[in-house]
């Protein structure tokens, strides 16, 4: 198993590579830019051309595996199903509204599971040139250094990361704006860098200390998941339950004693689910 698992993190490390030098060349241009769920929920013709381009490279190696993509889930409607079977998850370009406003936190992010579990985490900001990558048991690294989530265990010392997300529903909107009130309150401030998975890591790499959003998806969060947990963070339901990767919302923190202080100061929200 665990050859077989390394024959798919080569190709996953191929993937990402080349998916990153579509994105690094398409930042610079002209995008034509339409909305999906709101009108600020965005996708350019770069996502769609990536998930394209990475699932044709996918099929060809791998017939048989399952994959979710944003993209082709934004077309079809669907729901998601994830089952035992081998599965890549992508999101092609996370941080969309970034890549159209020309922000550098965008990356493209690639996560297999295997019987339901995240096995491989693959994020690269290719505009920055960082690739996070983890494989489960074996640590996180990023451009392969290892990464050490902070010790920080008091919520009053430390830095969290939060989203306004792209739904516009004012009761949604009034509860984020509410969260971030309580975060202000409780902790050193707030930072919001625009790509789920790119906020992931930064909890990985020690650069914030919790992250919380309500109304991600498991394309946004999957591989950056597993980066923060093999570097040591925890990962759960905003209310404090094990994390569910179809409810489109999480909870990551650097040590086990912060996670615990954070459901108590949020407001949850229910988004639903993939
Ligand atoms: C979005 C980003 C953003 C988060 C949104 C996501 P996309 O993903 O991760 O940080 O706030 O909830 O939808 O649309 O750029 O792939």
Request: net charge negative; proline share 4%.
């Amino acid at each position: 198993p665990d050859k077989e698992v390394q024959a798919i993190y080569d190709l996953a490390l191929e993937v990402a590579r080349k998916a990153g030098v579509l994105i690094r060349e398409a930042f610079v241009k002209e995008k034509s830019v339409e909305t999906k769920d709101s009108e600020a929920d965005l996708v350019t013709e770069t996502d769609q051309a990536v998930e394209k381009f990475v699932h044709d490279m996918i099929k060809a190696k791998y017939p048989d595996h399952k994959f979710i993509g944003e993209e082709t889930f934004a077309e079809t409607g669907q729901k998601c199903e994830l089952t035992d079977e081998p599965t890549w998850i992508i999101d092609p370009i996370d941080g969309t509204t970034n890549f159209v406003h020309r922000v550098q936190e965008v990356s493209f992010s690639l996560g297999v599971t295997i019987n339901k579990k995240p096995v491989i985490g693959i994020v690269y900001a290719p505009v920055k040139e960082e690739m996070f990558t983890a494989r489960l048991g074996q640590g996180a690294f990023c451009n392969d250094q290892r990464l050490k989530a902070n010790s920080i265990t008091e919520l009053k010392k430390s830095l969290g990361i939060v989203e306004g997300g792209s739904a516009r529903d004012p009761a949604v909107v009034q509860d984020k704006i509410t969260n971030i009130h309580s975060i202000l309150k409780n902790c050193h401030g707030f930072r919001a860098y625009g790509s789920c998975a790119i906020n992931l890591c930064h909890v990985a790499a020690g650069r914030g200390d919790f992250y919380v959003e309500y109304g991600v998806h498991i394309w946004d969060f999957i591989a950056g998941v597993l980066i923060a947990q093999e570097a040591g963070a925890s990962v759960c339901d905003p209310e404090g339950g094990e994390l569910s990767l179809l409810r489109r919302r999480l909870l990551c923190a650097c040590t086990p004693e912060l996670i615990v202080q954070i459901p108590p100061i949020l407001t949850h929200l229910d988004m639903g689910s993939d």
